[in-house]
């Protein structure tokens, strides 16, 4: 049984930044075949040199990715997606700026092979505020920033120091479950924005997740032990640790390989359609300086089972 496709939703008001970031991500993917599924092409300006061929509502891309057009009916277009031949390793879902993205999170678990991995929202620094406070779009743009597992304040640099802690702060009561990102250009590692990727052995500290100019660390822990993971996951994803993102594979209480994944604050648990580990294996990302190593090595002997 194949595992389930990883997808990620990226939301957030208009102007934000949305499109901006679908492209680096596509231009950073490394070697990820990735789908995306935007509402129009015309709202995603693809490099001419990357399409290979266009099929209808479909555009070939080099690296085995592909862009699909689903309009208005995006069921439609995952089943397309899911019907191709080698299947995308990732699938990025450009929302609507008017739209809601947990209203198309909750689509996804009628379509068996997909899960969510991460539910990202953009926004842009500068207008934030105001849009939030606006009479006609006020709620929606407050909602969107609500429903975030990671929040990607955009457009930083054209604010002051002053404005943009001002600006943390009040995120911090309108969207408390969010982890906060500052970018620049919508640029952000994708090791961040699309999952850690496959569980590597060995225990590291302090090993780089992006370029010098993001500031970002990873820390990879083994163990022998199986785990409490229902434990583990509320300590992990608890605000004082401040981890962005964890992935880890382990046995359970009863034995039993599991999975467990971490964005922002929300964690999810699930059988393992790998092959039970000889090691338990975890990693988790945080920004530099915010990751505490030592707190995590305690988290994983408090929940050993």
Same mark, same amino acid.
């Given at each position: 049984?194949?595992?389930?496709?990883?997808?990620?939703?990226?939301?957030?008001?208009?102007?934000?930044?949305?499109?901006?970031?679908?492209?680096?991500? @596509?231009?950073?993917?490394?070697?990820?075949?990735?789908?995306? *599924?935007?509402?129009?092409?015309?709202?995603?300006?693809?490099?001419?040199? +990357?399409?290979?061929?266009?099929?209808?509502?479909?555009?070939?891309? !080099?690296?085995? $990715?592909?862009?699909? %057009?689903?309009?208005?009916?995006?069921?439609?277009?995952?089943?397309?997606? *899911?019907?191709?031949?080698?299947?995308?390793?990732?699938?990025?879902?450009?929302?609507?700026?008017?739209?809601?993205?947990?209203?198309?999170?909750?689509?996804?678990?009628?379509?068996?092979?997909?899960? @969510?991995?991460?539910?990202?929202?953009?926004?842009?620094?500068?207008?934030?505020?105001?849009?939030?406070?606006?009479?006609?779009?006020?709620? #929606?743009?407050?909602?969107?920033?609500?429903?975030?597992?990671? @929040?990607?304040?955009?457009?930083?640099?054209?604010?002051?120091?002053?404005?943009?802690?001002?600006? /943390?702060?009040? #995120?911090?009561?309108?969207?408390?479950?969010?982890?906060?990102?500052? $970018?620049?250009?919508? /640029? *952000?590692?994708?090791?961040?924005?699309?999952?850690?990727?496959?569980?590597?052995?060995? %225990? &590291? &500290?302090?090993? !780089?997740?992006?370029?010098?100019?993001?500031?970002?660390?990873?820390? %990879?822990?083994?163990?022998?032990?199986?785990?409490?993971?229902?434990?583990?996951?509320?300590?992990?994803?608890?605000?004082?640790?401040?981890?962005? /993102?964890?992935?880890? @594979?382990?046995?359970?209480?009863?034995?039993?390989?599991?999975?467990?994944? +971490?964005?922002?604050? &929300?964690?999810? #648990? !699930?059988?393992?359609?790998?092959?039970?580990?000889?090691?338990?294996? +975890?990693? $988790?990302?945080?920004?530099?300086?915010?990751?505490?190593?030592?707190?995590?090595? !305690?988290?994983?002997?408090? $929940?050993?089972?």
């Amino acid at each position: 049984m194949e595992p389930p496709i990883p997808v990620t939703l990226i939301g957030g008001y208009l102007g934000a930044g949305k499109t901006t970031l679908v492209n680096h991500l @596509l231009r950073e993917r490394g070697q990820r075949r990735i789908a995306v *599924l935007v509402n129009d092409f015309g709202e995603l300006p693809i490099d001419d040199a +990357l399409i290979e061929s266009r099929d209808g509502p479909l555009l070939q891309l !080099a690296g085995g $990715c592909v862009c699909c %057009s689903f309009g208005s009916d995006l069921m439609a277009a995952l089943q397309q997606i *899911l019907a191709l031949q080698p299947t995308p390793q990732h699938i990025l879902i450009e929302t609507s700026g008017v739209a809601l993205p947990a209203a198309v999170a909750r689509m996804l678990v009628l379509l068996p092979g997909l899960e @969510l991995d991460a539910l990202l929202v953009l926004a842009d620094a500068e207008t934030l505020r105001r849009h939030a406070a606006d009479r006609y779009v006020g709620e #929606l743009v407050r909602e969107q920033l609500q429903q975030a597992d990671l @929040l990607l304040l955009n457009k930083t640099d054209l604010m002051a120091e002053a404005d943009l802690s001002a600006l /943390r702060e009040w #995120l911090g009561s309108t969207a408390p479950q969010a982890r906060v990102l500052s $970018c620049r250009q919508a /640029r *952000l590692p994708p090791e961040l924005l699309l999952g850690i990727g496959p569980v590597q052995s060995g %225990s &590291r &500290r302090g090993a !780089a997740v992006a370029d010098a100019g993001v500031l970002f660390e990873s820390l %990879s822990l083994e163990f022998e032990h199986g785990v409490d993971m229902a434990a583990l996951a509320a300590l992990l994803s608890a605000p004082p640790l401040r981890l962005l /993102r964890a992935k880890g @594979l382990m046995r359970d209480r009863d034995g039993r390989t599991r999975s467990l994944q +971490l964005v922002g604050a &929300r964690t999810t #648990l !699930a059988p393992s359609t790998h092959a039970g580990p000889q090691q338990g294996r +975890l990693v $988790c990302i945080a920004l530099r300086g915010e990751l505490q190593a030592e707190r995590l090595r !305690a988290a994983l002997v408090a $929940c050993a089972a």
